[in-house]
C-alpha cells in the first residue's frame, strides 16, 4: 500500500514519498505524479500549512480558550471576514493600511479583515443597540495583514482569540479580561511561565498635556519610552526643561516595571491631576490582582506606551516563555464604539492562537486520545461500516483500511 | 542565562572590553577560539558572535535576549526592538558625501548609492527629493568617483576615506554609537537579570567618564 508522508518545511510543502514508488504502484493507489507548475507549488509569504497532529493541536488551544471564555459567560460572534476598508480605518486608525485591500463591484473599497474588534464594535452600536449591556462576546478568527508590524511577526495570518466586554466601566471591568486570560494560559499548562504587564495610558497623556507638547513631540516622547531609549529620553526632556531630579526620576520609572514599588515612585514624580487619577486607577487594579494572589504573574510597566490612540485607559500586554513576541494585548477602549455612534465603555483582549500553539506542550493539557483502531472493509462493505458506526458511536477513532 | 548576540567586526573589542569592565568576562581560552557561541566566566551569559546586520534579527526573534550592536543596524533594520542603554562605544557619523566638485541635485532626481538603503530612502523622502537608491555591500566611496551615482550615504568614523577619495560631507543623517538592544518579550520575561545587565553596563560606563575627568 502506497504511504504518503508529508513534511512541512517554513513555507513550502514537499511530499515525500516512503519509497521512491514505480509509476505502475502509484497508479494502482490511485494517483499519478505530474510536474506541477511552479507557481502553483509556491505559496505567499507569511502564510502556512497546518498539518495532522500540527492542525489538532491549534484546534485543541482554540476549544480550550472558548471553553474558558464560554465559562465566563462570553457568546460567541462571528463577523464577516471581508468588509468596508473604511470600517478598519474607522476602528483601528492608522494600523488598518497594513490590511488586504480590494475594490467592490460598486467599486467601494473593501478589506480582509485585519482585526475583529472593530466589527464587533460596530455590531454593538447597531445590530446588537437593544442588546442588554454588559455585552460579552467572544471569538476564535482568523485576521490578514499585507504587511506583519514586525520581522519576527511574519505571518500574514493569524487567528486571534479574543473578548469584548461592552458597557461596563470601573476597575471590575478592567479587571475580568486579565482574569480570563489567566485562567486560558493556565488551562494551557502555562502556569508560571507567562508575564502580563499593565499600564494606564492616560498617565502618559496627563505628562503630555502637562508639559504642553504638539503632536510631533508628544509622538517623539511616545517613541523613546516605548523603545526604553534612556539617554535619548534624557535629552528631550532637558530641551523641554523638565528639572534634572524629576527628569531622572521619570526616565526610571518608564524604564523598569516592577510591583507596588513603581507606583509610589511615580507618585513622588508625576503630579498633573489627569496622571494623578489614572495612577490612582492603576494602584486600585494592582490591589485587586495581588489581592487574589497574582502579583506573581503581573507587572506593572508605565513605558508601554505602544497604541496610544486606541487604548483610553488601562492596556495590556502578554508575553509567554518560548516566544519572543508578544502573545495578546488587550485594554480599555472607550473611545471606540463612539466611532459607531454610539459611545459606551468597553474593554477586551485579543491572544494570538498560532503563537500560544507554539509554545503549549501537548501532553499538558490535551486529554488523552485513544488509539486508532483499524477497521478492515472487507467484502461485506455493510458489516465494516456498521462496526465502524458502532465505534464511532463508542467514541472510539477509527481509521477505515481503503 | 541570559543570552547576547555580540556584532562581530568594528566594534566586537569595545564591546568585550566594555563587558570585562561591568565583570562579563570570557575565558582567554574562548576569547582566542573561534567558537560562535561561548559562555562568560560566570556562567550568567551565553555570548554568539554573528554579523551586525544579523544582531537585530536573533534578538527580535527572541533567540538571544539582547544584543550589542550599532545604532545605523538598528535604524537600517527597521527591527522592533527596546534600546535601553548607549554604550557609548564604536561611534561614527552616518552622512551623505558627493564628490568635491560635483553639484548636488543638478537634474529632477539624485543617485544614492549606499549600504542603507533603508535610511537612505527616509532621509531624502523626507525631504521631498527624489531619489534611485542604488544598493551597494562595499567600497560605496567608489560610486561617485566613477559616476555610478551623483552621491553617497554611509558611516564616516575620521573621514579620512572620504578624504582620499576626493569626496566631501554635505549632510549628516544621524550619530551611531553601539547600543545595548533587548528582545520586548524577554525584557518582561527575565526583567531580573536585564536590569542587572543594564546596572553593571551603566557603572561601568560612568566609572569611565568619572576616570575620563581625571
Not at chain 1, 277 to 285: D, F, V
Not at chain 1, 319 to 339: E, H, N, W
Amino acid at each position: 500500500m502506497a504511504r504518503r508522508w508529508l513534511c512541512l518545511c517554513v513555507n513550502s510543502v514537499f511530499i515525500v514519498f516512503a519509497n521512491p514508488l514505480p509509476v505502475t504502484r502509484s497508479q494502482a493507489a490511485g494517483f499519478v505524479l505530474v510536474e506541477s507548475p511552479m507557481h502553483l507549488s509556491r505559496i505567499p509569504s507569511g502564510l502556512r500549512y497546518y498539518v495532522g497532529e500540527a492542525a489538532r493541536q491549534r484546534r485543541a488551544v482554540e476549544d480550550c480558550a472558548i471553553s474558558v471564555f464560554s465559562g465566563w459567560s462570553y457568546q460567541e460572534i462571528d463577523t464577516p471576514a471581508v468588509d468596508y476598508y473604511s470600517l478598519f480605518e474607522q476602528g483601528m486608525g492608522p494600523e488598518a493600511q497594513s490590511s488586504f485591500r480590494f475594490v467592490d463591484a460598486d467599486a467601494r473599497l473593501l478589506a480582509l479583515r485585519p482585526d475583529v474588534t472593530s466589527s464587533v464594535a460596530r455590531a454593538s452600536a447597531t445590530l446588537l443597540a437593544e442588546t442588554p449591556r454588559p455585552l460579552r462576546l467572544c471569538y476564535a478568527a482568523s485576521v490578514f495583514h499585507q504587511q506583519p508590524r514586525t520581522q519576527a511577526e511574519w505571518r500574514r495570518e493569524t487567528t486571534q482569540l479574543g473578548c469584548e466586554l461592552i458597557g461596563a466601566a470601573g476597575i471590575a471591568a478592567d479587571v475580568e479580561p486579565l482574569l480570563i486570560v489567566v485562567e486560558t494560559l493556565n488551562r494551557l499548562g502555562l502556569a508560571g511561565n507567562y508575564r502580563i504587564t499593565i499600564n494606564n495610558i492616560d498617565i502618559f497623556n496627563g505628562i503630555a498635556d502637562h508639559l504642553g507638547l504638539d503632536r510631533d513631540s508628544r509622538e517623539r516622547l511616545r517613541s523613546l519610552i516605548d523603545v526604553r531609549d534612556t539617554s535619548a529620553l534624557t535629552e528631550l526632556l532637558t530641551g523641554l526643561a523638565v528639572p534634572e531630579d524629576e527628569r531622572d526620576l521619570f526616565v526610571q520609572v518608564t524604564r523598569l516595571s516592577g510591583k507596588q514599588g513603581i507606583i509610589e515612585a511615580a507618585k513622588k514624580v508625576i503630579t498633573n491631576s489627569r496622571s494623578n487619577a489614572a495612577l490612582k486607577s492603576l494602584e486600585e487594579t494592582w490591589s485587586v490582582i495581588s489581592g487574589l494572589g497574582l502579583a506573581e504573574s503581573f507587572e506593572i510597566d508605565l513605558g508601554d506606551v505602544s497604541s496610544l490612540d486606541y487604548y483610553t485607559g488601562l492596556l495590556f500586554k502578554v508575553y509567554v516563555r518560548g516566544s519572543g513576541i508578544r502573545v495578546g494585548r488587550g485594554g480599555r477602549y472607550d473611545g471606540l464604539t463612539s466611532r459607531f455612534g454610539r459611545a459606551e465603555p468597553a474593554t477586551g483582549f485579543v491572544l494570538d492562537l498560532d503563537e500560544l500553539t507554539r509554545v503549549v506542550r501537548p501532553p499538558e493539557f490535551t486529554a488523552s486520545r485513544p488509539s486508532a483502531a483499524a477497521v478492515a472493509l472487507a467484502e461485506d462493505n455493510v458489516a465494516a461500516f456498521r462496526e465502524a458506526m458502532r465505534r464511532r458511536a463508542a467514541d472510539e477513532r477509527i481509521c477505515l483500511e481503503l | 542565562m541570559l543570552t547576547i548576540a555580540i556584532a562581530k567586526g568594528r566594534l566586537q573589542g569595545e564591546a568585550l572590553a566594555l563587558l570585562s569592565r561591568a565583570g562579563v568576562n570570557l575565558s582567554a581560552a574562548d576569547l582566542a577560539s573561534r567558537k560562535l557561541t561561548v559562555e562568560d566566566e560566570s556562567r550568567q551569559y551565553r555570548m554568539i558572535f554573528v554579523k551586525p546586520s544579523d544582531v537585530p534579527v536573533y534578538v527580535e526573534h527572541g533567540i538571544a535576549d539582547c544584543g550589542v550592536v550599532g545604532r545605523d543596524v538598528v535604524v537600517e533594520s527597521n527591527a522592533d526592538l527596546l534600546l535601553p542603554l548607549d554604550l557609548q562605544i564604536a561611534r561614527c557619523k552616518m552622512i551623505v558625501a558627493t564628490t568635491s566638485d560635483g553639484e548636488l541635485m543638478n537634474g529632477g532626481m539624485l543617485r544614492v548609492a549606499t549600504k542603507y538603503p533603508r535610511i537612505a530612502t527616509a532621509y531624502f523622502g523626507e525631504r521631498g527629493v527624489p531619489v534611485e537608491i542604488i544598493p551597494l555591500v562595499g567600497s560605496v566611496e567608489l560610486a561617485p568617483v566613477l559616476g555610478l551615482a551623483d552621491c553617497i550615504v554611509d558611516l564616516m568614523e575620521t573621514g579620512r576615506t572620504l578624504r582620499e577619495n576626493g569626496l566631501r560631507v554635505v549632510a549628516e543623517i544621524l550619530d551611531s554609537s553601539g547600543r545595548l538592544v533587548v528582545n520586548r518579550a524577554a525584557y518582561q520575561l527575565k526583567s531580573a537579570a536585564i536590569a542587572n545587565l543594564v546596572e553593571v553596563l551603566s557603572q561601568a560606563l560612568r566609572n569611565e567618564r568619572h576616570c575620563g575627568n581625571d
